[in-house]
């Protein structure tokens, strides 16, 4: 047996340190960089770092029940809704219960990540010191790198990505203003019915190329994501049934004014709001297709109407990144594809992983937490992948049970239900450790390398 494995852990966001907290019960050394001062990544409000988007009034659309630790329970006396700054105080408490602090190396970035000869993976770090490791984990997140659409002509006025937006006051103060958001997701929301209240601005408009299903926060006085669809009910009649609810309890779009969504509930990333359908019904926010083009200090929509606009606020999603790999097989396609062995290993590199790259419903917060399990009984020695074509096939297969309902959108590429995936998660860790005879016994220390026998 050799040497023991070395991990590296890329970001110490939440998917970041609750790996590093598996890790740490598994015994397995690694070390975690964090390019900020602090641990919490988008979650971090004004994080030094430029990545996260928390704006001032952020509140979580998750609910406390959801979005809480398994092994570390929320506080008793929070809201069903926490705000950020709560979050990110239950992260640090977290992180400092456990103990993981001193594995985290603040205010050092990793610049490049390349394979070795031997497969295991040099990691330069903005201090300019090249380390090698056994294992890579990748936690940088996927809300950090701003899409922005293209449209003909210039607009002269302030134009911004939400990732920037911080209150109605900055990074442009918005009070009396003309405004445009552009897109309908829950960012969108949030901010366009912060900004829609008379006091700030004098008109605001939501544009977007179609329109959407707005989801409460709360279904019949009960938080709504408390709901889940059991893991044995078919997934169609699951759907049809969710659905249903959906439009006896909200109704239709058009009759808060709203465009008509082209497509059926649930067959599009929610945008869940407890406030926008309110304040579309009173009028304080009026909807345009989408633009057309940008005219100097106007702005033509689709429809061919023409506006005087102050400022365009761009909530219009992100890319995924990793800035630190220059193999394109490691980066996603031009359409924002990259398909992963359950969202996490990709087919033939068994000593990296991609952790909480998904946007799963309800929640992302704990989602790592969840992976974490199988990537710690990978590195110790309890759990085997299957080979790369029967990952490629599981592939196959796991796409259409999670992205075939979707409408085909980038926005659509990495979608999970939390419930099935965590559930199909579980019984793969079981079949991993058949393939590796280690079923209902812990192994010994992990061998030197991954793939041993």
């Avoid at 008509?260 to 304040?279: C, I, M, N, Q, Y």
């Amino acid at each position: 047996m050799g040497a023991p494995l070395t991990a590296c852990i890329i970001g110490a966001g939440c998917s970041g340190f609750t790996t590093a907290k598996r890790l740490k019960d598994e015994g397995i050394d690694f070390d975690v960089f964090e390019m900020s001062d602090d641990i919490g990544g988008t979650w971090y409000f004004n994080n030094p770092n430029g990545k996260s988007a928390c704006y001032e009034s952020l509140h979580i659309d998750t609910s406390k029940w959801r979005l809480a630790f398994e092994d570390y329970p929320v506080p008793a006396d929070w809201p069903d809704f926490p705000h950020h700054g709560q979050l990110l105080d239950y992260f640090k408490a977290y992180v400092d219960h456990f103990g993981l602090r001193p594995h985290i190396t603040f205010n050092t970035a990793v610049t490049k990540a390349a394979r070795t000869e031997d497969g295991r993976w040099a990691v330069t770090l903005s201090t300019g010191e090249t380390k090698t490791y056994d294992v890579l984990f990748v936690c940088n997140g996927h809300h950090w790198d701003p899409r922005y659409p293209d449209y003909p002509g210039a607009f002269d006025g302030p134009a911004f990505h939400a990732h920037d937006y911080r209150s109605p006051f900055a990074p442009v103060d918005l009070r009396g203003k003309r405004v445009v958001v552009v897109g309908m997701g829950n960012s969108a929301m949030d901010i366009a019915s912060e900004l829609s209240q008379k006091p700030i601005a004098k008109t605001l408009w939501v544009a977007a190329r179609r329109g959407v299903w707005v989801l409460p926060k709360y279904m019949n006085g009960r938080v709504a994501d408390k709901a889940s669809m059991p893991h044995w009910m078919p997934r169609k009649l699951g759907l049809r049934l969710a659905a249903k609810r959906i439009r006896k309890i909200v109704g239709n779009m058009e009759d808060y004014g709203l465009p008509k969504p082209d497509h059926e509930p649930l067959t599009a990333h929610p945008s869940v709001s407890g406030e926008f359908l309110t304040r579309a019904g009173c009028g304080d926010i009026r909807f345009k297709p989408n633009i057309a083009e940008l005219m100097g200090d106007k702005v033509r929509f689709e429809d061919g109407s023409v506006e005087a606009v102050d400022a365009i606020i761009y909530a219009t999603g992100y890319k995924i990144s990793f800035p630190f790999f220059d193999d394109p097989d490691l980066k996603p396609d031009a359409e924002n594809r990259f398909p992963l062995f359950k969202r996490m290993m990709k087919p033939g590199i068994d000593n990296l992983f991609f952790m909480g790259l998904a946007q799963p419903l309800p929640t992302l917060v704990n989602f790592a937490e969840q992976q974490a399990k199988l990537a710690a009984a990978c590195l110790a020695g309890r759990y085997r992948p299957p080979s790369p074509p029967e990952m490629e096939a599981i592939i196959a297969k796991d796409e259409a049970l999670h992205l075939g309902h979707f409408y085909k959108s980038q926005r659509h590429t990495i979608q999970v239900d939390f419930g099935l995936y965590v559930h199909d998660l579980m019984r793969e860790i079981e079949r991993g450790e058949k393939r590796r005879g280690t079923r209902n016994r812990r192994s010994p220390k992990p061998p030197a390398r991954l793939g041993g026998a």
